[in-house]
């Protein structure tokens, strides 16, 4: 599965990203699919996740109630939509596909298959 992260920009805090993960396959419904961000210097930290089979979604303490997950199936796409941003969310966000456990489902180790990231800067 190759993954395409977009959506990425400058944006004052406040105001609202639309960030996109697009599969190359269908195959991508069998996965799990997880956002994480990083900065220079951190781990990677997990964001919000979504499994197709079931429709859970799992947030971050820090974004619960800000940022939303969804998924389009006839694009094979899912979409971050992050409002009410704060300097705090600028990062690399990248999109991930696998097939952890629930217990896991919030860390990167259980996901094989990455795209390349994209920045968020929230600009204070």
């Known amino acids: 599965v190759q993954l395409q992260a977009s959506g990425g920009g400058l944006v004052q805090a406040g105001g609202s990203l639309r960030l996109s993960c697009a599969a190359s396959e269908g195959s991508f419904r069998s996965y799990a699919i997880g956002w994480f961000r990083q900065t220079p210097g951190k781990e990677r930290e997990f964001v919000a996740a979504?499994?197709?089979?079931?429709?859970?979604?799992y947030y971050s303490d820090s974004v619960k109630g800000r940022f939303t997950i969804s998924r389009d199936n006839a694009k094979n796409t899912v979409y971050l939509q992050m409002n009410s941003l704060k300097p705090e969310d600028t990062a690399v966000y990248y999109c991930a596909a696998g097939r952890p456990i629930i217990g896991a489902i919030m860390t990167p180790n259980p996901y094989g298959y990455w795209g390349q990231g994209t920045q968020v800067t929230v600009s204070s």
């Open positions: 979504f499994r197709w089979s079931g429709g859970s979604t």
